[in-house]
Nanobody, 132 residues
Framework: QVHLGESGGGSVQAGGSLRLSCVTS????????MGWFRQAPGKQREGGAG???????TVADSVKGRFTISRDNDKNMLYLQMNNLKPEDTAMYYC??????????????????????????WGQGTQVTVSS
């Protein structure tokens, strides 16, 4: 069983920064792909950033240059550093794990993408609110 727990959310003004943390426990394998997803009110959950089991990372175009995903295997932690936050980043942020190996894949352009449906383990989420 995999357990994930997010922390680090909060309220900030536009232009500010936050670092989200996700602690993993249970049988989380270092071979699992990991990701950060977000869901704004009234919208579908969308991928923000992913990290495959080889340590290659990707972020969504909407957050490129502002968000960075990283993992500390020794501490069983996943992080999302968010800089230059914008009001449209306001959402519940979720940490997720994928053991199928299909959650992060290379598309026809050899770019790493994230497939939300392949992530089978989810945390409870942490709220991020950005005011203008």
């Amino acid at each position: 069983q995999v357990h994930l727990g997010e922390s680090g959310g909060g309220s900030v003004q536009a232009g500010g920064s936050l670092r989200l943390s996700c602690v993993t426990s249970g049988t989380t394998s270092r071979r699992y792909a990991m990701g950060w997803f977000r869901q704004a009110p009234g919208k579908q959950r969308e991928g923000g950033a992913g990290r495959n089991n080889a340590g290659i990372t990707t972020v969504a175009d909407s957050v490129k240059g502002r968000f960075t995903i990283s993992r500390d295997n020794d501490k069983n932690m996943l992080y999302l550093q968010m800089n230059n936050l914008k009001p449209e980043d306001t959402a519940m942020y979720y940490c997720a794990a994928d053991r199928t190996g299909l959650g992060c894949y290379y598309n026809e352009y050899d770019q790493l993408e994230v497939e939300r449906s392949q992530f089978g383990y989810w945390g409870q989420g942490t709220q991020v609110t950005v005011s203008s």
